[in-house]
Protein backbone atom coordinates (compact mmCIF):
# COMPACT_ATOMS: atom_id res chain seq x y z
CA UNK A 1 0.00 0.00 0.00
CA UNK A 2 1.29 3.39 -0.86
CA UNK A 3 1.68 6.06 1.89
CA UNK A 4 2.02 9.66 2.12
CA UNK A 5 6.01 8.97 2.77
CA UNK A 6 6.47 7.23 -0.46
CA UNK A 7 9.74 6.63 -2.06
CA UNK A 8 11.38 8.28 1.49
CA UNK A 9 14.89 6.91 1.44
CA UNK A 10 15.39 5.55 4.94
CA UNK A 11 18.01 5.26 6.71
CA UNK A 12 20.12 7.43 9.22
CA UNK A 13 22.47 9.67 6.96
CA UNK A 14 26.58 9.63 7.94
CA UNK A 15 26.22 12.43 10.68
CA UNK A 16 23.35 10.05 12.31
CA UNK A 17 20.71 12.58 11.89
CA UNK A 18 17.65 11.85 9.77
CA UNK A 19 17.56 11.99 6.37
CA UNK A 20 14.71 14.54 4.46
CA UNK A 21 12.17 12.02 3.08
CA UNK A 22 11.98 12.39 -0.56
CA UNK A 23 8.88 14.14 -1.51
CA UNK A 24 8.93 16.92 1.26
CA UNK A 25 8.97 20.41 -0.08
CA UNK A 26 9.06 21.51 -3.38
CA UNK A 27 10.26 19.57 -6.12
CA UNK A 28 10.99 19.87 -9.78
CA UNK A 29 10.70 17.70 -12.92
CA UNK A 30 9.82 17.86 -16.83
CA UNK A 31 6.78 16.68 -16.48
CA UNK A 32 3.87 16.99 -13.49
CA UNK A 33 0.65 14.49 -13.71
CA UNK A 34 -1.93 16.02 -11.58
CA UNK A 35 -4.25 12.59 -10.38
CA UNK A 36 -3.51 8.89 -9.89
CA UNK A 37 -6.29 7.46 -11.89
CA UNK A 38 -6.05 5.04 -14.58
CA UNK A 39 -5.20 8.25 -16.79
CA UNK A 40 -2.71 9.81 -15.07
CA UNK A 41 -1.16 6.77 -13.78
CA UNK A 42 -1.24 5.30 -17.99
CA UNK A 43 0.48 8.68 -18.68
CA UNK A 44 3.26 8.64 -15.83
CA UNK A 45 4.19 5.00 -16.99
CA UNK A 46 4.37 5.80 -20.51
CA UNK A 47 6.44 9.05 -19.75
CA UNK A 48 8.51 7.27 -17.42
CA UNK A 49 9.41 4.34 -19.60
CA UNK A 50 10.25 6.94 -22.26
CA UNK A 51 12.95 8.66 -19.92
CA UNK A 52 11.11 11.55 -18.55
CA UNK A 53 11.36 12.58 -15.32
CA UNK A 54 7.75 12.24 -14.14
CA UNK A 55 5.79 13.85 -10.76
CA UNK A 56 2.76 11.42 -10.07
CA UNK A 57 0.32 13.55 -7.55
CA UNK A 58 -2.14 12.19 -5.91
CA UNK A 59 -4.96 13.82 -3.61
CA UNK A 60 -5.98 10.85 -1.61
CA UNK A 61 -3.90 7.61 -0.54
CA UNK A 62 -4.54 4.22 -1.79
CA UNK A 63 -6.19 1.97 -1.76
CA UNK A 64 -9.37 3.97 -2.40
CA UNK A 65 -13.19 3.54 -3.70
CA UNK A 66 -14.16 4.56 -7.10
CA UNK A 67 -17.59 4.86 -8.47
CA UNK A 68 -17.32 2.29 -11.65
CA UNK A 69 -18.72 -0.76 -13.06
CA UNK A 70 -15.63 -2.34 -12.90
CA UNK A 71 -15.57 -3.92 -16.27
CA UNK A 72 -13.19 -3.99 -19.25
CA UNK A 73 -13.61 -4.28 -22.58
CA UNK A 74 -10.88 -5.54 -24.90
CA UNK A 75 -9.93 -2.13 -25.94
CA UNK A 76 -9.14 -1.83 -22.39
CA UNK A 77 -7.63 -4.83 -22.20
CA UNK A 78 -5.35 -4.01 -24.83
CA UNK A 79 -4.12 -0.50 -23.19
CA UNK A 80 -3.18 -2.81 -19.75
CA UNK A 81 -1.38 -5.16 -22.33
CA UNK A 82 0.59 -1.96 -23.74
CA UNK A 83 1.50 -0.77 -20.01
CA UNK A 84 2.79 -4.01 -19.12
CA UNK A 85 0.42 -4.94 -16.13
CA UNK A 86 0.41 -8.72 -15.78
CA UNK A 87 -3.50 -9.36 -16.31
CA UNK A 88 -2.36 -13.28 -15.45
CA UNK A 89 -2.36 -12.33 -11.63
CA UNK A 90 -4.85 -13.10 -8.62
CA UNK A 91 -7.94 -10.57 -8.54
CA UNK A 92 -8.38 -10.95 -12.66
CA UNK A 93 -11.61 -11.93 -13.88
CA UNK A 94 -11.77 -12.69 -17.46
CA UNK A 95 -15.35 -12.95 -19.19
CA UNK A 96 -15.68 -14.02 -22.59
CA UNK A 97 -18.31 -11.30 -23.99
CA UNK A 98 -21.71 -9.66 -23.15
CA UNK A 99 -25.02 -11.18 -22.47
CA UNK A 100 -27.90 -8.74 -23.63
CA UNK A 101 -31.18 -9.00 -22.11
CA UNK A 102 -34.24 -7.25 -23.42
CA UNK A 103 -37.74 -7.85 -23.40
CA UNK A 104 -37.60 -11.38 -22.05
CA UNK A 105 -34.88 -12.28 -24.34
CA UNK A 106 -30.92 -13.22 -23.67
CA UNK A 107 -28.40 -13.14 -25.78
CA UNK A 108 -24.81 -13.87 -25.38
CA UNK A 109 -22.21 -12.39 -27.80
CA UNK A 110 -18.51 -13.36 -27.82
CA UNK A 111 -15.76 -10.67 -27.94
CA UNK A 112 -14.72 -10.23 -31.56
CA UNK A 113 -11.64 -12.00 -32.55
CA UNK A 114 -9.47 -8.98 -33.96
CA UNK A 115 -6.06 -8.68 -34.77
CA UNK A 116 -5.70 -4.80 -32.64
CA UNK A 117 -7.18 -6.26 -29.60
CA UNK A 118 -7.54 -9.41 -27.70
CA UNK A 119 -10.74 -11.41 -27.26
CA UNK A 120 -11.12 -11.32 -24.49
CA UNK A 121 -12.81 -8.48 -21.19
CA UNK A 122 -11.73 -8.48 -17.83
CA UNK A 123 -13.03 -7.23 -14.23
CA UNK A 124 -11.30 -6.04 -11.33
CA UNK A 125 -12.47 -3.88 -8.58
CA UNK A 126 -11.29 0.11 -9.11
CA UNK A 127 -10.39 -0.40 -5.10
CA UNK A 128 -7.04 -1.58 -5.97
CA UNK A 129 -6.80 -1.36 -9.62
CA UNK A 130 -6.21 2.56 -9.39
CA UNK A 131 -3.18 1.63 -7.01
CA UNK A 132 -1.87 -1.09 -9.19
CA UNK A 133 -1.65 1.24 -11.88
CA UNK A 134 -0.10 3.80 -9.91
CA UNK A 135 2.60 1.14 -8.68
CA UNK A 136 3.01 0.11 -11.62
CA UNK A 137 3.83 3.78 -12.51
CA UNK A 138 6.15 4.29 -9.78
CA UNK A 139 8.19 0.90 -11.09
CA UNK A 140 8.63 2.32 -14.58
CA UNK A 141 10.25 5.21 -12.71
CA UNK A 142 7.62 8.20 -12.18
CA UNK A 143 7.87 9.79 -8.52
CA UNK A 144 4.69 9.65 -6.51
CA UNK A 145 3.55 11.61 -4.61
CA UNK A 146 0.28 11.12 -2.72
CA UNK A 147 -1.87 13.10 0.32
CA UNK A 148 -0.78 16.13 -2.17
CA UNK A 149 -3.94 17.92 -3.32
CA UNK A 150 -3.29 20.09 -6.46
CA UNK A 151 -4.84 24.20 -5.37
CA UNK A 152 -3.75 25.94 -7.99
CA UNK A 153 -1.46 26.12 -11.61
CA UNK A 154 1.75 28.34 -11.34
CA UNK A 155 1.78 30.28 -14.86
CA UNK A 156 4.83 32.86 -15.85
CA UNK A 157 4.20 36.43 -17.33
CA UNK A 158 2.74 35.14 -20.56
CA UNK A 159 0.01 32.92 -18.71
CA UNK A 160 2.32 29.72 -19.53
CA UNK A 161 2.22 26.69 -16.90
CA UNK A 162 5.50 26.20 -15.07
CA UNK A 163 3.89 23.80 -12.33
CA UNK A 164 1.58 23.94 -9.48
CA UNK A 165 0.98 24.59 -6.10
CA UNK A 166 -0.24 22.08 -3.41
CA UNK A 167 -1.25 20.98 0.14
CA UNK A 168 0.62 18.33 1.13
CA UNK A 169 -0.32 15.70 3.89
CA UNK A 170 -2.26 15.42 7.02
CA UNK A 171 -0.93 19.02 8.16
CA UNK A 172 -1.85 20.80 4.47
CA UNK A 173 2.19 21.58 3.87
CA UNK A 174 2.19 24.26 1.10
CA UNK A 175 4.51 22.87 -1.16
CA UNK A 176 5.49 23.89 -5.19
CA UNK A 177 5.82 21.40 -8.11
CA UNK A 178 7.74 22.86 -10.97
CA UNK A 179 7.94 21.80 -14.52
CA UNK A 180 6.78 23.39 -17.98
CA UNK A 181 4.90 20.57 -18.76
CA UNK A 182 1.31 19.60 -16.41
CA UNK A 183 -1.02 16.54 -17.54
CA UNK A 184 -4.65 17.52 -15.83
CA UNK A 185 -5.98 13.54 -14.88
CA UNK A 186 -7.94 14.83 -12.26
CA UNK A 187 -11.47 13.41 -12.86
CA UNK A 188 -14.78 14.77 -13.78
CA UNK A 189 -13.51 18.17 -11.72
CA UNK A 190 -11.43 18.76 -13.83
CA UNK A 191 -10.05 21.89 -11.10
CA UNK A 192 -6.49 22.03 -13.11
CA UNK A 193 -8.65 22.86 -16.47
CA UNK A 194 -11.04 25.06 -14.92
CA UNK A 195 -8.66 27.27 -12.86
CA UNK A 196 -7.06 28.06 -16.80
CA UNK A 197 -10.52 28.94 -18.01
CA UNK A 198 -11.10 25.82 -19.90
CA UNK A 199 -15.08 25.62 -19.73
CA UNK A 200 -16.87 22.31 -19.99
CA UNK A 201 -19.48 22.69 -23.46
CA UNK A 202 -22.51 22.37 -21.61
CA UNK A 203 -24.19 21.65 -25.11
CA UNK A 204 -22.24 17.83 -24.39
CA UNK A 205 -23.75 15.60 -21.94
CA UNK A 206 -22.59 14.13 -18.47
CA UNK A 207 -24.43 11.52 -17.45
CA UNK A 208 -24.73 9.64 -14.19
CA UNK A 209 -23.61 6.46 -13.03
CA UNK A 210 -24.54 4.19 -9.81
CA UNK A 211 -22.97 1.04 -8.29
CA UNK A 212 -23.05 -1.16 -5.46
CA UNK A 213 -21.60 -4.36 -4.63
CA UNK A 214 -23.47 -7.75 -3.71
CA UNK A 215 -22.38 -11.15 -2.78
CA UNK A 216 -23.76 -13.77 -5.39
CA UNK A 217 -21.52 -17.12 -5.48
CA UNK A 218 -24.71 -17.99 -7.97
CA UNK A 219 -22.97 -15.30 -10.02
CA UNK A 220 -19.73 -14.08 -9.74
CA UNK A 221 -17.93 -16.50 -11.43
CA UNK A 222 -20.62 -15.64 -14.78
CA UNK A 223 -18.21 -15.48 -17.90
CA UNK A 224 -20.09 -12.66 -19.60
CA UNK A 225 -20.79 -9.10 -18.69
CA UNK A 226 -24.42 -8.62 -18.55
CA UNK A 227 -26.50 -5.66 -19.47
CA UNK A 228 -30.12 -5.22 -19.29
CA UNK A 229 -32.14 -2.84 -21.91
CA UNK A 230 -35.63 -2.45 -20.62
CA UNK A 231 -35.50 -1.09 -17.54
CA UNK A 232 -37.95 1.59 -16.57
CA UNK A 233 -38.17 4.67 -14.23
CA UNK A 234 -40.60 4.06 -11.23
CA UNK A 235 -42.80 6.84 -10.95
CA UNK A 236 -43.09 7.62 -15.03
CA UNK A 237 -43.10 4.31 -16.78
CA UNK A 238 -40.70 5.67 -19.39
CA UNK A 239 -37.86 3.87 -20.31
CA UNK A 240 -34.60 4.15 -18.34
CA UNK A 241 -32.28 6.51 -20.49
CA UNK A 242 -29.45 3.90 -20.36
CA UNK A 243 -29.03 0.44 -19.04
CA UNK A 244 -28.27 -1.60 -16.14
CA UNK A 245 -25.37 -3.85 -15.70
CA UNK A 246 -24.16 -7.11 -13.90
CA UNK A 247 -20.34 -7.55 -14.10
CA UNK A 248 -18.99 -10.65 -11.81
CA UNK A 249 -15.48 -9.90 -10.48
CA UNK A 250 -15.13 -13.62 -9.60
CA UNK A 251 -14.59 -13.13 -5.66
CA UNK A 252 -17.83 -13.74 -4.74
CA UNK A 253 -19.33 -10.16 -5.46
CA UNK A 254 -20.93 -9.08 -8.21
CA UNK A 255 -20.99 -5.43 -9.35
CA UNK A 256 -24.75 -4.15 -10.10
CA UNK A 257 -25.38 -0.73 -11.33
CA UNK A 258 -27.52 1.73 -13.86
CA UNK A 259 -25.93 4.30 -15.98
CA UNK A 260 -28.62 7.10 -17.23
CA UNK A 261 -28.04 9.85 -19.97
CA UNK A 262 -29.82 13.53 -19.03
CA UNK A 263 -32.48 14.21 -21.25
CA UNK A 264 -32.94 18.31 -21.94
CA UNK A 265 -36.43 19.59 -20.18
CA UNK A 266 -36.62 16.56 -18.06
CA UNK A 267 -35.66 15.89 -14.42
CA UNK A 268 -32.79 13.87 -13.25
CA UNK A 269 -33.19 9.70 -12.74
CA UNK A 270 -33.48 8.70 -9.33
CA UNK A 271 -30.81 6.02 -10.15
CA UNK A 272 -31.43 4.57 -6.39
CA UNK A 273 -35.36 4.61 -7.17
CA UNK A 274 -35.00 2.61 -10.28
CA UNK A 275 -31.90 -0.03 -8.89
CA UNK A 276 -34.94 -0.84 -6.10
CA UNK A 277 -37.42 -1.40 -8.87
CA UNK A 278 -35.33 -3.62 -10.85
CA UNK A 279 -33.76 -5.66 -8.31
CA UNK A 280 -36.51 -7.90 -8.07
CA UNK A 281 -36.96 -8.67 -11.86
CA UNK A 282 -33.25 -10.68 -11.19
CA UNK A 283 -33.77 -14.46 -10.58
CA UNK A 284 -33.63 -15.40 -7.03
CA UNK A 285 -30.75 -18.06 -6.91
CA UNK A 286 -28.47 -15.13 -7.48
CA UNK A 287 -29.25 -13.85 -4.04
CA UNK A 288 -29.10 -10.57 -4.40
CA UNK A 289 -30.56 -8.44 -1.73
CA UNK A 290 -30.27 -5.74 1.20
CA UNK A 291 -29.02 -9.01 3.31
CA UNK A 292 -26.62 -9.90 0.97
CA UNK A 293 -25.46 -5.92 -0.12
CA UNK A 294 -21.44 -5.85 0.08
CA UNK A 295 -21.13 -1.82 -0.51
CA UNK A 296 -23.43 1.41 0.00
CA UNK A 297 -24.63 2.84 -3.23
CA UNK A 298 -22.91 5.03 -5.02
CA UNK A 299 -23.15 7.43 -7.49
CA UNK A 300 -20.88 9.87 -10.11
CA UNK A 301 -21.03 11.87 -13.28
CA UNK A 302 -19.31 10.93 -16.44
CA UNK A 303 -18.33 13.31 -18.80
CA UNK A 304 -18.95 12.32 -22.46
CA UNK A 305 -18.08 13.32 -26.00
CA UNK A 306 -15.04 15.34 -25.90
CA UNK A 307 -16.62 18.14 -23.66
CA UNK A 308 -13.92 20.19 -22.59
CA UNK A 309 -11.85 21.40 -25.04
CA UNK A 310 -9.01 22.14 -26.58
CA UNK A 311 -7.28 19.10 -24.83
CA UNK A 312 -3.67 21.55 -24.95
CA UNK A 313 -3.44 24.71 -23.84
CA UNK A 314 -0.44 26.39 -22.41
CA UNK A 315 1.93 23.45 -21.29
CA UNK A 316 -1.85 22.02 -20.35
CA UNK A 317 -2.95 18.76 -21.86
CA UNK A 318 -6.24 17.45 -20.56
CA UNK A 319 -6.66 12.79 -20.02
CA UNK A 320 -9.87 10.94 -19.31
CA UNK A 321 -12.64 12.19 -17.58
CA UNK A 322 -10.90 15.67 -17.12
CA UNK A 323 -11.59 16.34 -20.68
CA UNK A 324 -14.72 14.47 -21.08
CA UNK A 325 -13.64 11.59 -22.45
CA UNK A 326 -16.39 8.99 -21.40
CA UNK A 327 -17.67 7.17 -24.62
CA UNK A 328 -21.35 8.48 -25.07
CA UNK A 329 -22.22 5.39 -26.80
CA UNK A 330 -21.34 3.16 -23.88
CA UNK A 331 -20.67 4.85 -20.95
CA UNK A 332 -17.04 3.24 -21.11
CA UNK A 333 -14.12 5.25 -19.77
CA UNK A 334 -11.05 3.39 -18.53
CA UNK A 335 -10.11 2.16 -21.76
CA UNK A 336 -10.31 5.80 -23.30
CA UNK A 337 -8.40 7.37 -20.22
CA UNK A 338 -5.17 4.74 -20.42
CA UNK A 339 -5.64 5.52 -24.02
CA UNK A 340 -5.35 9.38 -23.71
CA UNK A 341 -2.53 8.72 -21.14
CA UNK A 342 -0.52 7.11 -23.79
CA UNK A 343 -1.27 9.32 -26.27
CA UNK A 344 -0.33 12.06 -24.60
CA UNK A 345 2.91 10.75 -22.91
CA UNK A 346 4.25 9.69 -26.48
CA UNK A 347 3.16 13.56 -27.52
CA UNK A 348 5.30 14.85 -24.82
CA UNK A 349 8.22 12.51 -25.29
CA UNK A 350 8.53 13.77 -28.73
CA UNK A 351 7.62 17.47 -27.87
CA UNK A 352 10.35 17.33 -25.34
CA UNK A 353 13.18 15.99 -27.47
CA UNK A 354 12.98 19.60 -29.62
CA UNK A 355 14.30 23.20 -27.85
CA UNK A 356 11.38 24.99 -25.88
CA UNK A 357 9.65 27.67 -27.74
CA UNK A 358 7.51 27.09 -31.10
CA UNK A 359 8.94 23.98 -32.74
CA UNK A 360 8.40 22.49 -29.30
CA UNK A 361 4.59 23.97 -29.07
CA UNK A 362 3.69 22.39 -32.82
CA UNK A 363 4.22 19.01 -31.74
CA UNK A 364 2.33 19.82 -28.29
CA UNK A 365 -0.29 20.82 -30.97
CA UNK A 366 -0.41 17.17 -32.46
CA UNK A 367 -2.23 15.83 -28.99
CA UNK A 368 -5.81 17.20 -29.63
CA UNK A 369 -5.21 16.81 -33.32
CA UNK A 370 -4.72 12.76 -32.81
CA UNK A 371 -7.67 12.69 -30.00
CA UNK A 372 -9.67 14.21 -32.64
CA UNK A 373 -9.07 11.69 -35.39
CA UNK A 374 -9.47 8.74 -32.83
CA UNK A 375 -12.32 9.88 -31.03
CA UNK A 376 -13.82 12.72 -33.28
CA UNK A 377 -16.05 11.08 -35.76
CA UNK A 378 -16.87 7.98 -33.84
CA UNK A 379 -17.85 10.59 -30.10
CA UNK A 380 -19.69 13.57 -32.43
CA UNK A 381 -22.29 10.53 -33.74
CA UNK A 382 -22.40 8.56 -30.24
CA UNK A 383 -23.81 12.27 -29.10
CA UNK A 384 -26.34 12.41 -31.91
CA UNK A 385 -27.79 9.01 -31.24
CA UNK A 386 -27.56 9.89 -27.75
CA UNK A 387 -30.05 13.01 -27.94
CA UNK A 388 -31.89 11.48 -30.63
CA UNK A 389 -32.05 7.92 -29.38
CA UNK A 390 -30.53 6.83 -26.05
CA UNK A 391 -31.41 9.88 -23.92
CA UNK A 392 -35.00 9.04 -24.58
CA UNK A 393 -35.97 5.46 -24.86
CA UNK A 394 -33.02 4.16 -23.69
CA UNK A 395 -31.37 0.91 -25.04
CA UNK A 396 -34.46 -0.71 -25.76
CA UNK A 397 -34.80 0.47 -29.39
CA UNK A 398 -31.29 -1.00 -30.66
CA UNK A 399 -32.12 -4.09 -29.25
CA UNK A 400 -35.48 -4.76 -31.48
CA UNK A 401 -36.63 -8.01 -31.40
CA UNK A 402 -35.23 -8.79 -35.10
CA UNK A 403 -31.94 -7.03 -34.17
CA UNK A 404 -31.93 -9.61 -31.89
CA UNK A 405 -32.51 -12.45 -33.67
CA UNK A 406 -29.92 -11.26 -36.21
CA UNK A 407 -26.23 -12.12 -35.34
CA UNK A 408 -24.60 -10.45 -37.93
CA UNK A 409 -26.95 -7.27 -36.63
CA UNK A 410 -25.74 -7.57 -33.34
CA UNK A 411 -22.31 -8.42 -33.95
CA UNK A 412 -22.38 -4.80 -36.06
CA UNK A 413 -23.96 -3.22 -32.61
CA UNK A 414 -21.73 -4.54 -30.70
CA UNK A 415 -18.80 -3.25 -32.74
CA UNK A 416 -19.63 -0.09 -32.51
CA UNK A 417 -20.55 0.64 -29.23
CA UNK A 418 -17.63 -0.58 -28.29
CA UNK A 419 -15.56 0.97 -30.82
CA UNK A 420 -13.86 -2.54 -32.05
CA UNK A 421 -13.16 -2.42 -35.09
CA UNK A 422 -9.64 -3.27 -37.05
CA UNK A 423 -8.51 -1.00 -39.69
CA UNK A 424 -8.09 -1.89 -42.66
CA UNK A 425 -11.18 -3.29 -42.28
CA UNK A 426 -11.01 -6.95 -41.62
CA UNK A 427 -14.55 -8.19 -43.03
CA UNK A 428 -17.80 -6.58 -43.72
CA UNK A 429 -18.97 -5.34 -40.52
CA UNK A 430 -15.74 -3.49 -39.99
CA UNK A 431 -15.98 -1.88 -43.24
CA UNK A 432 -20.03 -0.63 -42.64
CA UNK A 433 -18.98 0.93 -39.41
CA UNK A 434 -15.77 2.74 -41.23
CA UNK A 435 -17.81 3.87 -43.48
CA UNK A 436 -20.68 5.25 -41.40
CA UNK A 437 -17.50 6.68 -39.39
CA UNK A 438 -16.69 8.57 -42.57
CA UNK A 439 -19.58 9.94 -43.20
CA UNK A 440 -19.52 11.95 -40.25
CA UNK A 441 -18.49 15.51 -40.90
CA UNK A 442 -15.28 15.72 -38.31
CA UNK A 443 -15.50 18.07 -35.99
CA UNK A 444 -12.81 20.94 -36.56
CA UNK A 445 -11.01 21.28 -32.50
Not at 150 to 155: D, E
Not at 392 to 415: E, F, Q, T
Request: hydrophobic fraction near 40%; include cysteine.
Amino acid sequence: MTSERDDASGGPTTDGTSPRPDGAGDEEAQVIVVGAGPAGSAAAAHLARAGVDVLLLEKSGFPREKVCGDGLTPRGVRQLVRMGIDINAPGWMRNKGMRWVCEGRAVELDWPRLGSHPDFGLTRSRYDFDELLATHARAAGARLRTQVKVTAPLCDRAGNLTGVSAARGPGREPVRYRAPLVVAADGASARTALALGLERDTALPVATAARRYYRSEARTHDPYLELWADLRCPGTGLDLPGYGWVFPLGDGRINIGLGALPRRGRRTVDLRAALEHWLPRLPAHWGVGEETAESPLRSAPLPMGLNRRPQYRRGLLLVGDSAGMVSPWSGEGVAQAMEAGEVAAETIALALARPAGARREHALHQYPAEIRRRWGRYYRLGTLAGDLVLARYGYRPLLHPRVMASPPLLRALARLLTHAADEPARDGIDAVVHALLRAVPAPRR
